[in-house]
């Protein structure tokens, strides 16, 4: 029995020891296993510290971009919400602008159709010029386009008429100035009796001569105009007060003697071209525009006139002068006697307007032929020299007034439309670069809960080689099971992931290498768990400690 019971104590320390043996090798190896996994989280992420702090100071840069982001919304969404008051304001005054626009046009439109009922008849205009006209021979308006200041833009050269010249000629028989034979093929002037009787000085118009003259001018103007197939120019005893209200103030108030301006002009032309020939290029001077025998400063101002006790304004949009002479600044008084004289010399300065026009440029044929002009005015200054006015009466000037404020009102309607799309773009896009800098917070903060979990997770970890084999499966499988919650939502969003500064493919492997360790059935059914080999040693241990105990079993038996 002694023999019996010490072998039994020799096979249970056979199984106990080998148990031990392979038990210690499991525990050993899963020691290892716990080592390696603790090991392979401090170095998949051995900054866990700075890479925390990175991720925290990535949240506050976030934020601030966010905060200015919303800075921009604010400041944008302003700025639309300005910009739509300014396209609101803008249509209201284009509102206003355009009433005020049709109320002129139809207060002119009235204006018009008065002073067209106060002009002389057809007939009425035939009977002024009674049987006198100019002979336009084969003319055309393109003709009159030709601005070259050569003789050959003249447009008595193109109609056959080179030799037709406004000289006159003093006839000793009747002590008198007559035309030009060679203006009898180009014009006609047919006084009456009472014309050639009637004396006057051209320098001191009464008001009757003024208006007889003045109705004679401007019938001749409609007659040219109407064989150039253009339509006739309105005027009256109101165009007529115009007129002489603009002379009165620009010439006879000023003491402004065309004659002597041209003169003047002249021979100061002749003093700088004699100058320019023996001067540099660079340091020739320019010559002195004729056309500044005009008063300039003064003659397209804003004149109040007085026409049947009232008052009003009007204005001139072009002035052409005739009746004068760059020799003799007296011509008016040298060649006119006589009313018939003065339609004679006014119907041969309307001729040279038109057709011997090359030394302006033809400004003065194109400006009797011109389409803008509606109304017309001619008078005679105290020196008898001769104005024609493109009139622009107190009633067109407010059409064309409020034409070019409705004008403006629509190019700033179309401008502040321009200004608020613009601010809706840029607050769209402001809009987009806050979401943006949204979605970055969102990833900076979903980062920085995966850097954190992570350095728990190794703090841990080191923790746990100290503790129970127990307690550390179950804090470790709780660290884990948090980390792996966060790495899964982390995961499922690759962009944010991917956009991760520090750590990002160490955590997801570092996260694997935990979470695929799940205990088997076999495992937990033991007091140590965490490594299959360590299991199948233990397992085959103990297989062996029963085969040693089975085979001492039958050896007894054999004795």
Known sequence: MKNQHLKQSVLTAGVIAGAAFFGGGWQEAHADTVKNSTAQITTTNPNAATSTTDAQCAVASAQAAVSQAQQKVDSASAA???????????????????????????????????????????????????????????????????????ASANVKNQIGEVNVTENWHFNQATQKYEMDPSLKDALTVVPTLDDESMTLDPTKLTQAQQSEISDYVAALINQIRAKFGLTAWIYNDMTLAQALAIVNYAYNSQNWNTSIKLQEIIAQNKAIEAKNKTAKADEQEPLIDRTDAHDLDKVFDNVEYQYNDTS????????????????????????????????????????????????????????????????????????????????????????????????????????????????????????????????????????????????????????????????????????????????????????????????????????????????????????????????????????????????????????
């Open 80 to 150: 639309v919400a300005s910009a739509s008051a300014a396209v609101n304001s803008a249509a209201a005054a284009q509102s206003s602008a355009a009433s005020a626009a049709s109320v002129a046009q139809s207060n002119y439109a009235i204006a018009s159709a008065v002073a067209q009922s106060q002009m002389p008849s057809s007939a009425e205009q035939a009977a002024a010029l009674n049987g006198s006209t100019i002979d336009i021979k084969n003319a055309n308006l393109n003709m009159f386009d030709n601005s070259s200041s050569d």
């Open 312 to 559: 009003d304004k009007v204005k001139a949009s072009w002035e052409n002068i005739g009746i004068i002479s760059d020799k003799n600044p007296n011509i008016a008084s040298t060649l006119i006697k006589t009313m018939g004289d003065l339609k004679r010399v006014a119907t041969v300065s309307i001729w040279d307007m038109l057709f011997n026009d090359a030394h302006s440029q033809n400004s003065h044929a194109r400006m009797l032929l011109s389409t803008n002009t509606e109304y017309v005015g001619v008078a005679m200054d105290n020196y008898g020299v001769l104005h024609i006015y493109g009139l622009i009466p107190s009633a067109m000037q407010k059409v064309n007034e409020t034409q070019t404020a409705l004008a403006n009102a629509n190019k700033d309607v179309e401008t502040q439309k321009g200004n608020l799309s613009n601010a809706e773009k840029e607050l769209n896009d402001a809009v987009d670069a806050l979401n943006k800098a949204q979605d970055a917070l969102e990833k900076a903060n979903l980062l920085m809960a995966i850097e954190a979990v992570a350095k728990d997770a190794n703090q841990t970890s080191s923790s746990q080689s100290n503790d129970s084999n127990t307690k550390t499966s179950s804090s470790k499988s709780n660290k884990q099971s948090s980390l792996k919650d966060v790495t899964v939502k982390a995961t499922s969003e690759p962009t944010k992931v991917s956009q991760a500064k520090h750590g990002d493919s160490q955590l997801l492997s570092t996260s694997n290498a935990i979470t695929t360790a799940e205990p088997s059935i076999f495992e937990r059914l033991l007091p140590q768990t965490g490594n299959r080999n360590g299991l199948g040693m233990t397992i085959l241990g103990m297989l062996m400690g029963m085969m040693s105990f089975g085979f001492l079993g039958l050896r007894k038996r054999r004795y």
